[in-house]
């Protein structure tokens, strides 16, 4: 599929999805978000693919937040609307991908474009990244999962001064906060990414699908994480996956994971 937003490429089980509007840096409209959601659904269905790198084009920004010229105009019901929808087609979407995520935050990682960050599986910057949820300076709060994803990273107090103070932080301050897993040179960070990919291409898709699980589920109101863990365990048990493993450790060989 051809998208006017994004570039998407698949190397090595590795699918890059990049945010391409550099003019407006990388700003999330509504034809951005859906074409995130078609490649996303596309990682998703496609077996060949294990791992998504997600990052912004050119070294300025990662996502400048959602489109303010866009979203001006809009109504309470629209704007009600418009959140419900994006929380599905994205930001939950990510999230919930049975495949991990590496967000590679190349820049500004505002609003939205946070949000986008937060809902990934793993997060890494380079050292010029700054990132805050400024919202509240434009009249709104978060819409797209902001106000929970941020406390469940870096706490309550960290998150309501962040919100509060509509503020960025830098890059190590993030790292320090713990929103971000590591900061690195800006022509470090695809390859760092590339890295982190590398080792989760070697293990059992079926077994990280069930940890993706297993870990959300402590964040879904009244959902037991620990029962979710217990039946994701007790899934491997009848998967292809398992057996390979096992089996390979046994024969002293590498594993080769179908995915099954
Ligand atoms: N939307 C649209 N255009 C944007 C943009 C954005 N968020 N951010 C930057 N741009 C555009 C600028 O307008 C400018 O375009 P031209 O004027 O050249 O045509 C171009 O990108 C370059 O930006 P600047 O000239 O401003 O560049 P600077 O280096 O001076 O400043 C900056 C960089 C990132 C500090 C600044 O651009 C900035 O403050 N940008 C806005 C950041 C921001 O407030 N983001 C929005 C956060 S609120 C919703 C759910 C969720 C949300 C909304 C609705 N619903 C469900 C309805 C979420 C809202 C947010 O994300």
Known sequence: MAYNNILFEVKDAVAYITINRPKQLNALNKETIDELNQAFTNVEEDGAIRVVILTGSEEKAFVAGADIKEFASFSVEEGKLLSAEGHQKLFNLVENLSKP?????????????????????????SENAKMGLPEVSLGVIPGYG????????????????????ASMIDANDAYKWGLVNHVVKAEELIPVCEKIASKIVKN????????????NAQFREGIDGFVTEITEFGKCFGTEDFKEGTTAFMEKRKPVFSGK
């Not at 406390?151 to 919100?163: C, N, P, R, T, W």
């Not at 059992?204 to 870990?215: G, L, N, R, T």
């Open 146 to 165: 902001g106000t929970q994803r941020l406390a469940q990273l870096v706490g309550k107090g960290k998150a309501f001064e962040m919100i509060t103070t």
């Open 204 to 215: 059992s898709p079926k077994a990280i699908s069930s940890a993706i699980i297993a870990v």
């Open 101 to 125: 995520v590496i967000a590679g935050i190349n820049g500004f990682a505002l609003g939205g474009g946070l949000e986008l960050a937060m809902a990934s599986h793993i997060r890494v910057a």
